[in-house]
Each structure stands twice: as C-alpha cells, then as structure tokens.
C-alpha cells in the first residue's frame, strides 16, 4: 500500500494537479468511475463544435433579383462591391454628420462586435442556457463602458460637470463607483455558480472578460483619439481599409506566392504592393484632410452652446513646411525641396503599421475563426459576414494610434493637469509652485524680474 | 481499496477548507503528495492523522507569518522582491494548471510565449512605477530618461512582438488549444499581474496601507475557521460546504477588532505611515516624514448608545482607525468571494489544490486567493478618500507642456494660491 503511495507521489512529482490524470497514466490500479471521469475531463475535446449551419443568405431581396442574371461568381463580386460601397458611404455621412455621431457610431459597433464574439461563444460551448449568464454578460459591458466613459467624459466636459451637484459627486468617487459595480458583478456570478456547470460558468467569465479587453478598450482609444481630432481618426481607419482592399486587388491581378498558412488566399504580392498603395494613399489623403480645420483640430465641447466644436489655430502639425528632398529622390522627382504637412511623415508611420501589423489582426481573427470552425462572425452585412470581420484587421490600429500620439505627439491635456493641480492639499500646492517657477526661471520662460 | 478510501478522505483535510467529500462522492482524488519536512513528520509520528494534519497547518501558519515579519522588517526593497516572486509563482502556478487541463505542455513555443507576456506587462508596470516614484532618478541617467519618455510605445512594441510571434505559431490541428492557452494566459495576468502591481502602489503609500488589508484577510480567514470550528452549524454557502454563518459572522466582528488593534498600535511609528521615498542622496529607500493628519490622535465623541455600554464620552483614536474599519470590512465580507471564486475554479477543474508548494496549505495561490479583491480595493480607496494625485508626477507631466501651456497653467496655479491667501501676492515666493 505504501509502494502505491509512493508510486503515486513519485507520478505527482511531475504533473501536481491533475492526481487523476497520473493515476491512469501510471496505469496502475484505478476505479472504472475514476477512468470514466478522465474521459470527462479530457477537455480537448471539451468543446465539441457543432456542425455550423450553412450561412443563412441575408442579401437583400432587391439585390438578388438585380443580380438573377449573372453568374454565381460574378455576383458574389457584385454584392461585396455593392455592400462596400454602401458601407464607406455611411462613413463619410456619418463623418459629415460630426463627432457625437461618430462616437454614438463608435459605441454601436463595439456593442455589436461584443455581441458577435459572445454569441460565438454561447454556440461553442451549448451555453445558452446557463443561469444568469445572458444578463452578467451584459452588465459587464455596461459596468467596462461606464467605467471608460466616466474618465474621459470627465475630462473632456470639464466645465459642463462644473455646472452640475451630482455629475461632481459622480465624477470624484468614479474609480470606486465603477469598482463598486464590478464587485456586485463579481459576487453575482460567484452566486450563481450551480453545481454541474462550474466549468462552463468559468469558461463564459473568461470569454467575457478576453471580449471586454479586446472590443471595448480598442473602441474607447478609438473615441480618444478621435477627440485629439477627427484627423487621427480618419486616416488610420481608411489606411487599413485601403490596405484591405489594395492587398485583395494586387493579390487578385499578380497573386502567386503564399503568405501564410493560416490565410490561403493572401499573398505575398498582394501584401507588398497593399503597402506601397496604402503608403501612397495615407500621404495624400492626410494632406487633403490637413488643410480644414474640421478636421484637425481637437474635438471641444462648447458649454455655451451645448455642442462639439473644432475651431483653433492649427498647430504646427499642419502648417505646410519646406522639406529638403534627400539627393537619391531629387534624380527621381526633379523637386529641390517639397511643400508638406509634417503630420504627412506621422501618415508614413501609421500607414506602415496598418500594411505591416495590421494583417496580424486579421490573422488571429482568421486562426480564431478556424479554430473554432467558423466561417463568418455573423451574418450581419451581406457578402461580406459580421462586424467583426470589418474590424479585425483595426483592432492593433487604435492601441498604435493612441500609443503614437501620447509618445510622440501631444504632452499630457494641459485642464486635466491644471484640474489636478487644484486638488492637492495647499503645502503640496506650494511647493509645486516653488518647483515650477524655478524651472521656468531657469528656461528663460519666466523673468525672474517680473512676478509672472 | 477501503484503505485507500480512508487515507484519500483523511487526506483531504490537509487540503484547503474548502473540500467537500460529498461532491466527490465514492472515489476521492488521489492524495497530495505528502512533503512535509521529515522533521516534523517524526516528530508528530505519535499523533492520530486528525491532529497531525492540525499541527502541520499550524507549524507552517506561524512560519508563514513570523516570515512575514521579518521581510517586514527587512525594509520595501525586499517587500517589493518578495511580491514579486509570489506573483510570479501564482502565474506559474495557475499557468501550470492550463497546461495540464489542456493537455497542451507541447503546444509550440507556448511555454515561451507565456513568460514572454509575463515580462512585456511587468515591464509596463514596473516602468510606470519607476516612472512616478522615482522621477529624479530617472530624470539624472539619460538611458533611463529615454526609455522613460517612450515607455508605452516601447511596451506596445514588446507586446506586438508577442503577439505577432503567437499568430505565426499556430499550428494547424492546434488552433483551438492555442487559442485558448492565450486566453488562458491573458486573464491569469489581469488577475495576477495587475493585482501586485497594486499592492506595491499601496505598499508606496505606506507599509500601513500594505499591512493592514494584508493582515485583515489572514485574520478573517483563520477567525472564521475558529469560530466555524467551534460554533459552525448554519451553511453559508454550497460552494464551500465548510463555510458557516457562525464562522461568517464571528470572524467579521474579530476582524474589524483586530483591524483597530492592529492600526492603533501601528499608527504611531513613522516607518509605518509615512509614504516610501527614494532619496537621492543615499540612493535607498527613506520612510521619514511628518504624519498626516490620518496618523494623529483626535478626540471623538461616542455615540450616545455606546456611551452607557463603554463608560466614555469621548474617545482618542487615530482617524486611520476609521479607515480600517471600512477596510477590515471588506475584507471579512467581500474578500471571501475571491476565496469561493478560488474554490469554484478549483472544483470546475476538479483539483484539489492549485499546487503543492506549503505543505497543508497548497500552492501560493491557495493562501493568497482572498487577497486578490483586496489590493484592487484598497488602492480604489485610497485613490478616492484618501490621496490626491502624485505631486511629483504632475510636475512631470508639467514638464513635457509647451512653453505657452506651461505659462497659462502656472499663472493659474498661482492666482489660485493668492486667493487661497496661501501665497502673498506682495510675497516673492
């Protein structure tokens, strides 16, 4: 008996975890229930995926009865070039439209992404029906969504929430009004952990949590660059879009070489030249758009008349600036020196990561898809499947833009500091003051002379 | 086989509280190895099993606390090592159950990508730390300027590469196990990760603020063993059968006690309460500074009800004392659903214990599944009653403004003080 102990702690030494897992691998000795519930818990095949049923055709009727004629080929080609166009032309209302429909905009499409990958989700795992789940689901996305949208409501509305009593209160204790409802959120799935559906309930907690880390950040750096100005918005969405669609075209007309296993049909052709077209593209998009200052300037919320403006003086950004040509590309062009934008070298930079790294993301949704064998997130847009599949490939864009803009762009917002300031306790004030005025002193921005 | 029956639920008691024999029904998991230092194990040879299991959990419960103190004394720099390490066991703990569960220990490169992500989010966050606290440092070695001023860009750029190298590694029949190994991954260093970096921003605050909580939760967990032990009947919960009102409810009211106890007699040393420094000068670590207003005694009045029970119509506390009691009570109500979270992942998987690394206690992350909601709380706390923003991080930020903005906001900044009569507008401060 004793030999069997140690025989077993011998095998545990290995795999400390899974005492059942060893027991039949020793071969050993073991109860048939014992076997039965390793078969149960070999969770590789843990979620059997269900025999997807054939994509329900959502085209609409019109569309099929105008395209009767043509072949099948030809008419799938019809439909996704009907949908694309419809699809960028809601883009650009929507643009005309202004920020607050564009955010209003934004938040739709995360909360239908949202819905897309949990729904997946709930088919991978035949967990429609556990208790509480649909509704804890939900209440995390509005507990995540709140939590995002106090901070940046808060300091770009500074002087709207001045006004109000209880936006103030609101707005102090927001990181623990917001903790408050996650912990309630926390404890009610706790709660309701029922006892033949533990490992189910836990799978759907992660899904949830990897799906809220995945859609709602992207679509809140989405919003925040946005505010620095409509610019920042526009260009790195279309500079993916215009990758999308120039990498299918060259890899349609000159495609022979593969790319990567996991997406056949993209190639290395088709990827090189959607880079230099899209390169191309971000340069002379940017410096159309750099020219208006509806574009350029920060998103400000107006307290007088309760809107969003984009009024200022440019900043030198988008002010033209003679740059010299480097001699290789003088021979080339003819040009000395060229009048451009600087933000048009920052376009170089985004359009590079959105050819480059932005296919990484469509990867991973094309792995996922596969994964868990897919063919579409959804059926939302005819021809062309869900959200998701539009947005996977601007998933990495939005962190880079944002992380590119706080590195290299902008300081920190100046109110959110000055806010900051004000609150401190008066000795920490003082010395602050006594900290600055030196450093100013010492820049030669403040005389000393004079008392500021 | 009945041997082996008994030993397995004899076993069982080692374990953490919250095995349940009845949900495994006839065939109990097998033991957990025993290794117990041989000292003890001759030592104890005399006594039955039952008590034997008792006076392990015991021997090793003052060990882990009398280490506890010492690194306590021992100063930050070795507080901030040892969070270190046990975070980095918890994620090597709950990654090694993924692997297990999924069968998936040969999964390509996942092993690596693992740890890689674990380094890529502690970089971040150490970075921003270093960052914040020690600005002067920083400010005074130009390679750590630089990497300061670009530190989220070359964090993302880290990250990237992370994932960029799992994209190129998915292997066809794998795909879905892959997959989810990065969840898997993904969510461990949300819990693990963020939760150590907040505790150390605590722990910065003051060790008061890294004490206490800490000290609130073991109290809890073993006050509500006491009193479930001798006064358990009510269930609390059906996730962890062990768990009872009585233990619940006894082991809240110790707790807050305790958590008076404890601030009264810390609040009056400043190593505990004044915020961690980094001095320049001597290139350590100082904790000397004048007491808030949190760490000096008030006079308070007792409510009239608690007047005729105590016998004292006012009564000197530290205001800190208050604050204690809001943690100690998360801490006795809150904080155990992190252990029954612990305890239902523990049972979704069906192991018993997260790993063998105490023995009679389990693996790291068994002793430290309650803190886990206690760390986000505290900081959440001390964010929103406490502290303000970091002084000297604003100046920072100051300090990367344009001229002009600089000028607007230091002209602000001192109006206000000459409206607050702080500064005299005739004082050339």
């Not at chain 1, 795992?125 to 995540?144: I, Q, T």
């Not at chain 1, 480097?326 to 060229?338: F, H, M, N, R, Y």
């Not at chain 1, 063919?375 to 998933?395: E, L, S, V, W």
């Amino acid at each position: 008996m004793s030999a069997r102990r140690r025989r077993r702690a011998a095998a545990e030494e290995e795999e400390e975890e899974e005492e059942e897992e060893e027991a039949a691998e020793a071969g050993s000795d073991k109860e048939v229930d014992l076997e039965e519930r390793l078969r149960e818990l070999d969770l590789r095949s843990d979620s059997d995926i269900p025999d997807v049923p054939p994509p329900t055709d959502s085209t609409p009727e019109i569309l099929k009865r105008a395209l009767s004629g043509l072949s099948a080929r030809w008419k799938n080609w019809w439909i996704r070039g009907i949908l694309s166009l419809a699809m960028i032309s809601g883009f650009f209302l929507v643009i005309y439209l202004g920020s607050f429909m564009l955010m209003l905009l934004v938040l739709s499409i995360q909360v239908k992404c949202y819905h897309e990958i949990i729904t997946i989700g709930y088919r991978v795992y035949h967990s429609y029906d556990l208790p509480w789940f649909r509704s804890l689901s939900w209440y995390f996305l509005l507990c995540v969504n709140y939590f995002f949208y106090g901070e940046t409501v808060a300091d770009y509305f500074a002087t709207f929430v001045q006004r109000r009593e209880q936006l103030q209160f609101l707005i102090r204790y927001h990181r623990f009004i917001s903790f408050a409802l996650y912990l309630t959120g926390f404890c009610m799935f706790v709660l309701s952990l029922v006892k033949k559906h533990y490992r189910l309930q836990f799978y759907m907690f992660a899904w949830t949590h990897v799906t809220l880390l995945i859609t709602v950040t992207q679509s809140h750096l989405v919003i925040q660059n946005l505010f620095e100005g409509m610019i920042w918005f526009l260009v790195p969405i279309s500079s993916v879009i215009c990758n999308d669609i120039t990498a299918y075209i060259f890899g349609f007309f000159f495609g022979r070489t593969p790319l990567i296993k996991l997406s056949p049909k993209k190639t290395w052709e088709g990827f090189i030249g959607g880079f230099f077209s899209t390169v191309v593209f971000g340069f002379i998009f940017s410096y159309f758009l750099a020219q208006h200052q509806y574009f350029v300037c920060p998103v400000e919320y107006n307290s007088e008349t309760n809107r969003f403006v984009t009024e200022c003086e440019p900043s030198e950004l988008f002010q033209m600036k003679k740059y010299s040509v480097p001699p290789l590309l003088q021979a080339v062009l003819g040009w000395e020196t060229v009048n451009m934008y600087p933000f048009q070298m920052h376009s170089f930079a985004l359009s590079t990561f959105a050819s480059l790294i932005g296919p990484f993301g469509g990867f991973f949704a094309s792995g996922f898809k596969r994964a868990f064998k897919i063919k579409d997130f959804a059926d939302t847009i005819p021809g062309h499947g869900g959200i998701m599949d539009r947005f996977d490939c601007q998933y990495l864009m939005a962190t880079f833009v944002h992380v590119y803009i706080t590195s290299f762009i902008r300081g920190p917002n100046p109110s959110k500091l000055l806010k900051q300031l004000l609150i401190l306790q008066p000795e920490q004030q003082l010395s602050v003051y006594k900290t600055l005025k030196s450093h100013l002193v010492e820049k030669g921005i403040l005389q000393p002379s004079l008392r500021g | 086989l009945q041997e082996s029956e008994s030993e397995n639920k004899l076993d069982g008691e080692t374990a953490s509280d919250s095995e349940s024999k009845s949900d495994f029904g006839g065939s109990s998991p097998a033991p957990t190895s025993d290794d117990t230092p041989e000292v003890l194990n001759r030592a104890l040879s005399n006594l039955s099993s039952r008590w034997k299991n008792w006076w392990v959990r015991g021997i090793l419960t003052l060990a882990m606390i009398t280490f506890f103190f010492i690194i306590i004394y021992l100063g930050p720099m070795v507080l901030m090592t040892i969070v270190m390490c046990v975070q980095i066991k918890c994620f090597h703990e709950i990654i090694t159950i993924g692997y297990n569960v999924y069968h998936s220990y040969d999964l390509p490169w996942f092993r690596t990508l693992s740890w890689y992500f674990l380094l890529c989010v502690n970089y971040f966050f150490y970075g921003e730390t270093v960052t914040d606290y020690f600005f002067t440092l920083v400010q005074r070695e130009e390679p750590l300027r630089i990497l300061s001023k670009y530190h989220r860009f070359i964090s993302f750029a880290l990250y990237l590469t992370g994932f960029c190298m799992f994209v190129l590694s998915l292997v066809k029949k794998h795909y879905r196990l892959q997959f989810y190994m990065f969840g898997w991954t993904h969510v461990t260093l949300l819990i693990v990760v963020t939760q150590s970096h907040l505790i150390i921003h605590n722990l910065f605050e003051g060790m008061i603020w890294f004490i206490v909580p800490i000290s609130c939760v073991i109290c809890n967990d073993i006050m509500a063993y006491m009193f479930g032990f001798f006064f358990g009947r009510t269930p609390l919960i059906k996730l962890s059968p062990k768990k009872t009102w009585e233990g619940f409810i006894g082991g809240f009211f110790s707790t807050v006690l305790f958590g008076l106890l404890l601030s009264y007699v810390m609040s009056g040393y400043r190593c505990f309460t004044c915020p961690v420094e980094f001095n320049n000068d001597t290139n350590s670590f100082t904790v000397d500074c004048e007491p808030s207003e949190l760490f000096q005694l008030h006079e308070y009045n007792i409510p009239v009800l608690l007047q005729s029970v105590v016998g004292w119509k006012t009564v000197r506390m530290y205001p800190f004392q208050i604050h204690s009691i809001a943690l100690s009570t998360f801490a006795s109500l809150i904080g155990p659903f992190g252990g029954f979270f612990a305890s239902g992942f523990k049972r979704a998987f069906k192991i018993k214990d997260f790993a063998n690394t105490i023995p009679g206690h389990g693996g790291i992350m068994d002793r430290f599944d309650c803190q886990y909601l206690m760390a986000t709380f505290v900081n959440v706390y001390i964010a929103s009653f406490i502290r303000g923003p970091n002084p000297s991080k604003l100046i920072q930020q100051f300090l990367t403004l344009r001229p002009d903005q600089q000028l607007h906001i230091f002209n602000t900044l001192k109006a206000h003080l000459v409206d607050r009569g702080i500064l005299g507008s005739l004082e050339d401060a």
